[in-house]
C-alpha cells in the first residue's frame, strides 16, 4: 500500500512515445538534458542515460493531520489535492504551505484502496486499483470527477471499471507477493496508462484503457524491467516524458 511511497529508493525515467515511424529513420536517445543524447536520432529507443542526482528538500510542513496516508498528489489552481489511501472519500485541497486546507467529499463513492491520483484539463481520476493483500480483486476501477462540478462542491462522477487482460488466475495469493498491484496512473489526452507494482517479478507493466466510462480490459503494452516496484508517475506533456518513482529495498524502521 501506500506507506510504501514514503519510502522510495528507485527512479526512472523514459521517454514515452507513441507514434509510428518509417524503417529509415534513425533511433537514439532524443531528449537534450541525457548524457547520451544523439542530436541525429528521430525516434527514440529508450536508451536515454541521465545523471545520478541526491534531491534534498528546500523546507518541509506539518500536514492537517487528516491526512494521515496520503495515496496520490496533483497540482491544479494553485493548490495541491491528495487523496487517503483507504476507507476516506474525500480529496483535500491545500495550498503550498499547508494552509486554506479544505476537504471535499465524493458522495455516493467507496474507498477500498485508492492508490492513485492524476488528471487531464477537465477531470480528476482516482484509481481504486490497490491489489497487494491477496492479488485477486475483481472490482478494480478509476473514479473520474469532473473538475469544475468540484469546484462547485457537487462533484459529478464517473466510473471506468476494469480487469487487467492478462490475469487468469483469481486465486488468493499470499500477501505482497502479486504480479497485479497498482499505484500508478497517468492521463493523456484520449488514454488512459497504468504501471503495476508487481511484488513477485519487480518489473512493472503498462498498460492502457479509454477515459470514457464503462467496463474494459486494461491492454498490455510492454514490461520494464525497473528492479523494484513503481509507486507513482507523472507526464511532463512539453517533453513527453513520463518520470516513475518506487524503491528497490526495504528501509528499515
Not at 30 to 47: F, M, Q, V, W
Not at 58 to 81: A, C, P, Q, R
Not at 188 to 205: A, G, M, N, V
Request: one cysteine or more.
Amino acid at each position: 500500500c501506500s506507506k510504501t511511497k514514503r519510502r522510495m529508493k528507485l527512479l526512472l525515467v523514459f521517454l514515452f512515445f507513441i507514434s509510428n515511424f518509417g524503417f529509415a529513420q534513425i533511433s537514439g536517445c532524443t531528449d537534450l538534458e541525457a548524457k547520451n543524447y544523439n542530436p541525429n536520432a528521430i525516434i527514440n529507443d529508450g536508451s536515454c542515460v541521465y545523471k545520478n542526482l541526491k534531491i534534498k528538500p528546500e523546507f518541509s510542513i506539518v500536514l492537517n493531520d487528516t491526512i494521515h496516508e496520503t495515496s496520490g498528489l496533483i497540482s491544479w489552481k494553485k493548490k495541491l489535492w491528495t487523496i487517503n489511501d483507504d476507507s476516506d472519500i474525500h480529496i483535500y485541497s491545500f495550498d503550498s504551505i499547508g494552509a486554506d486546507f479544505q476537504k471535499h467529499k465524493l458522495k455516493k463513492t467507496r474507498n477500498k484502496d485508492w492508490e492513485a491520483l492524476t488528471q487531464d484539463s477537465l477531470y480528476i481520476y482516482i484509481g481504486d486499483f490497490g491489489n497487494n493483500v491477496s492479488g485477486n480483486r475483481k472490482d478494480l476501477y478509476i473514479l473520474k470527477i469532473e473538475k469544475q462540478s468540484l469546484l462547485e462542491n457537487n462533484p459529478k462522477i464517473d466510473t471506468i471499471a476494469f480487469s487487467f487482460e492478462n490475469q487468469y488466475n483469481f486465486d488468493a495469493q499470499k500477501g505482497n507477493t502479486t504480479d497485479f498491484d497498482c499505484e500508478t496512473i497517468i492521463a493523456t489526452k484520449d488514454s488512459l496508462y497504468l504501471f503495476t507494482k508487481e511484488w513477485s517479478s519487480k518489473q512493472t507493466r503498462l498498460y492502457v484503457l479509454p477515459k470514457k466510462p464503462g467496463s474494459y480490459q486494461a491492454i498490455f503494452k510492454s514490461s520494464l524491467n525497473v528492479n523494484g516496484l513503481i509507486t507513482d508517475g507523472v507526464l511532463v506533456e512539453d517533453k513527453k516524458v513520463v518520470v516513475l518513482c518506487g524503491y528497490s529495498r526495504k528501509l528499515k524502521p
